[in-house]
């Protein structure tokens, strides 16, 4: 069964720095596209940032030049670093591992999330 674990969230004061981790087995991570999504209270979850299997990246325009996505396929691993900080990035952090299939099926798979938490 895959598993998808992230790990690296925390309470951090605003302009401060926070690095997410997040590590899949059980599947062939260099032909999967990851995605971290963030979930606030009450909102709908939404992709923050992505990163393709040859190295694509994109990201919300809330947090272009201040977050950056990575990956390390080695250690079938995926880092989200996480720069100035604001209150409004308070969320759970839920990582996604996906892709589509040869018959057309897509297949996605989920971590259990992180707290993010920007305050004072």
């Known amino acids: 069964q895959v598993q998808v674990v992230e790990s690296g969230g925390g309470l951090v004061q605003p302009g401060g720095s926070l690095r997410l981790s997040c590590t899949a087995s059980?599947?062939?991570?260099?032909?999967?596209?990851w995605g971290w999504y963030l979930q606030a209270p009450g909102k709908q979850r939404e992709l923050v940032a992505s990163?393709?299997?040859?190295?694509?990246?994109d990201y919300a325009n809330s947090v272009k030049g201040r977050f950056t996505i990575s990956r390390d396929n080695a250690k079938n691993t995926v880092y989200l670093q996480m720069n100035s900080l604001k209150t409004e990035d308070t969320a759970v952090y839920y990582c996604?591992?996906?892709?589509?299939?040869?018959?057309?099926?897509?297949?996605?798979?989920w971590g259990q999330g992180t707290q993010v938490t920007v305050s004072s």
């Open positions: 059980r599947i062939a991570v260099s032909h999967y596209t």
């Open positions: 996604n591992v996906g892709r589509v299939l040869s018959s057309g099926q897509r297949v996605d798979y």
């Open positions: 990163i393709t299997h040859d190295g694509n990246t």
